[in-house]
């Protein structure tokens, strides 16, 4: 009989990342590891797409950055997990172009292409307050209402209309990656909006 | 209303799955797959920047990314890493032997890949983490009353990555509020980052020297200055006070001595 058998190994796909991250840490058992490597890899992958435009670059960059996780992982102070390797992504592709004098342009431009926010938006416990807080109905429309014209337009379009980037873009004029910006700051602009209305409900 | 937008906009998603990503660049998902994705990529840096770095790159994900197990030959791992199922009952000897085998070549491979003695600035390349802006939304929003304008709009430039902007602003920030423990804490992460060192320790110094939220994380910071500069010794002077703390960052101080 095997000794795998004698082991019962919990489904890992069931785990949370932090989870995984937490068990991993504990038991250095390499599933653990594995099971974040297959959520997480080419997510990576097109993270040091971006910074280093280049794809045999870029690979070696994830597998440095997995390496780095690895080691680093059983020792860190990891509260989100995907927000530490977009971190560590990055480091290691602006560290990589730091050595390659060549590439001094591309490193130059590196804060043109980190222009997206990059803060983590995590929804769960806004969600559940958001959505059980019945006083909030109408502010929902008065905070859309308080949005600049951009953000507000692509705002309804992407969530009343159902429209997406594309057909958004299409039917304004902007591109579609400032379609996205719009919708990306627009939401954070409602989510502070309906931040300060909750705490002044609660309150 | 419509109860669509209050139903949809602060739902949580989760990340995008190879095959998900896949069908997302090629344009093959359902409409209601791709609005999911669209609203996660709002929330989401990390698929943001994976979604464009594929379609910027013209890349719509190949298929040879580099498998797990692949990946895992590349690690020098201590056996009881490994999977339980590599390991069979019987022949205990053999197997003992081979752990033994295992262990020194993975001791070995250790040792020459990760272990290198490295320079002060091969240091901070290794262990530098930019730190994440962790002033609240609200106080980074410039109408907010109680905020000085100039800091709301220096960690703005902080948050995207324009630290001569950034630093420049904190510092006329400081000239109102010459003690604000944050102001003088992310000037000197701007000053780190854009290599203006000196200003960079002189500001850091004032924080860790203080009692305020950001001192032990100044005192980590102050070690990454002196790594930056080349000054291994005093870099790790400060490491041991970190590590004799046992408090914040002491875990990453250990892994940082370890290093040198």
Not at chain 1, 164 to 192: C, P
């Amino acid at each position: 009989m095997s000794i795998r058998f004698l082991n019962k190994q919990p489904d890992v796909r069931q785990l949370s990342d932090e989870e995984l991250v937490s068990r991993f840490a504990a038991t250095q058992q390499q599933t653990y590891f594995e099971e974040l490597y297959r959520r997480y890899m080419h997510l990576a992958y097109g993270v040091c797409l971006k910074l280093m435009k280049n794809e045999d670059e870029s690979r070696d960059v994830v597998s440095d950055v997995f390496k780095i996780l690895f080691t680093k992982l059983p020792t860190a102070d990891v509260k989100s997990f995907k927000a530490y390797l977009y971190t560590v992504s990055r480091n290691e592709c602006i560290a990589k172009l730091r050595q390659k004098k060549s590439d001094m342009e591309k490193l130059a431009k590196y804060n043109h292409l980190e222009n997206s926010p990059d803060d983590f938006m995590e929804n769960d416990g806004f969600a559940a307050l958001f959505n059980t807080n019945p006083s909030m109905e109408q502010e929902v429309e008065r905070a859309v209402a308080q949005l600049g014209d951009e953000q507000q337009t692509c705002v309804r379009m992407f969530f009343y209309d159902d429209k997406s980037y594309r057909e958004i873009a299409t039917e304004t004029g902007y591109t579609e990656k400032q379609v996205k910006s719009y919708l990306q700051n627009g939401k954070r602009n409602l989510r502070i909006l309906l931040e300060k209305e909750m705490r002044k409900h609660t309150a | 209303m419509d109860g669509n937008l209050r139903q949809q906009i602060f739902k949580p998603t989760a990340c995008l799955s190879h095959e998900e990503l896949r069908q997302y660049l090629s344009g093959h998902m359902s409409r209601e797959g791709q609005k999911r994705v669209e609203n996660h990529l709002l929330d989401c840096p990390l698929c943001s920047d994976a979604v464009e770095g594929c379609e910027e790159s013209g890349n719509h994900l190949t298929d040879d990314l580099e498998d797990f197990e692949a990946f895992s030959k590349k690690l020098s791992m201590p056996s009881h890493t490994a999977k339980v199922r590599q390991l069979q009952p019987g022949g205990y000897l053999r197997q003992a032997i081979a752990v033994a085998a295992m262990l020194v070549v993975g001791a070995v491979a250790y040792f020459s890949f990760f272990n290198k003695s490295l320079d002060g600035p091969a240091l901070y390349a290794k262990h530098y983490v930019p730190y994440q802006n962790d002033v609240p939304l609200a106080m980074r929003n410039d109408t907010a009353p109680s905020v000085n304008p100039n800091f709301a709009q220096a960690i703005t430039a902080y948050s995207e990555g324009d630290f001569t902007q950034a630093s420049s602003i904190f510092e006329q920030a400081l000239q109102q509020q010459p003690s604000h423990e944050a102001t003088l804490f992310y000037a000197g992460l701007s000053n780190l980052e854009k290599n203006d060192l000196v200003k960079a320790e002189s500001y850091l110094g004032q924080v860790a020297n203080g009692r305020g939220i950001y001192a032990k994380k100044a005192s980590w910071y102050l070690v990454m200055c002196d790594l930056k500069a080349g000054k291994k010794e005093a870099a790790a002077a400060k490491l041991d006070k970190i590590i004799q703390a046992g408090e914040v960052m002491a875990n990453e101080a250990k892994h940082l001595r370890d290093d040198m």
